[in-house]
Every structure is written in C-alpha cells, then in structure tokens.
C-alpha cells in the first residue's frame, strides 16, 4: 500500500508528463512502469482516465486531424501510425470506419498531392508503384490520376 503523498507526488508526475503533449494510455505505461509502483501507476492511470486527462478515443481523432493538416499519407499508413502509440485496434477501426468519407477524401487529396509532387521526376507507373506500395487503394489512386 501507498501513502496519499506518494500518491499525489506520482499523479503530478505523470500529469506534466501527459499535459506536455498529450499521450495514451500505452505510453504513459511504458514511460513510467519501470520506476512507478504497479499498483499506484495503476490508480494514477484511473484516475487520470476519469478525469479525461487520458483518453485514447479523443487521442484518436486528434492524432487524426494533426495528420489530416500536416501530411500525405495513406488510411493504411494512419492505422500504422496509430497502432505504434499502442491504441487498441478496434479502437482504430471503429474510427475508420464512422470517417470513412472523409479519409477518403483525404486520401485522394493526398494522392494528387504526391503526383503533383513526383511528375517531373517520375513517370506515372513509377508513381502509380510508389503510391501502391505506401499503402494507397488502387481505387483512390484511379480516381485521382485523371485529376492530373
């Protein structure tokens, strides 16, 4: 068992750590696991989860839209992404799949960004290969060539 102190005096801890960049559940684990007790990490992460300083859904979408602002990347590359923050898979899939419209769309726009990009050193099937091989649905990239 732990003292209210110890308690408090881990909770800060780890909060400057979430409030620095906002983090998962995984991540503040494997930060902290090796030099927090397990059972106050433990109570510490609950109670972070309540008061919704941790919160892998939200960190979902957020994650979501900074990639969306600043990158091309493909719905698959998303996935992957998300997946190295230690996020639930179905978590992911449940997000996927109620944003599907609009990840399209972003994936598209991602496309035509990256053969705006490539045309003048590439042909279309190197560029056609390249997006095929980052993870982009041969659908999506068939749609976005003729907008070339």
């Known amino acids: ?82 997946q190295t923050k230690g996020l639930k898979k179905e978590d992911i899939e449940d997000y996927i799949y109620n944003n599907k419209e609009e990840l399209e769309d972003y994936e598209c726009k991602s496309i035509s960004n990256i053969i705006y990009k490539k045309q003048t050193s590439m042909d279309m099937e190197e560029i056609k290969q390249y997006l095929l091989k980052k993870g982009y649905q041969s659908e999506n990239i068939k749609a976005a060539l003729p907008n070339v």
Not at 13 to 36: A, M, N, Q
Request: no cysteine; proline share 0%; net charge positive.
């Open 1 to 82: 068992m732990y003292t209210v102190e110890e308690f408090d005096e881990q909770k800060t801890r780890v909060l400057k750590y979430i409030l620095y960049k906002r983090r998962t559940e995984y991540e503040v684990r494997k930060k902290f696991s090796r030099v927090v007790q397990e059972d106050i990490l433990e109570d510490v992460i609950d109670y972070l989860k309540k008061a919704n300083y941790i919160n892998d859904i939200e960190y979902i979408e957020k994650a979501v839209n900074n990639f969306i602002a600043l990158k091309n990347l493909s719905i698959r590359e998303l996935t992957y992404k998300l």
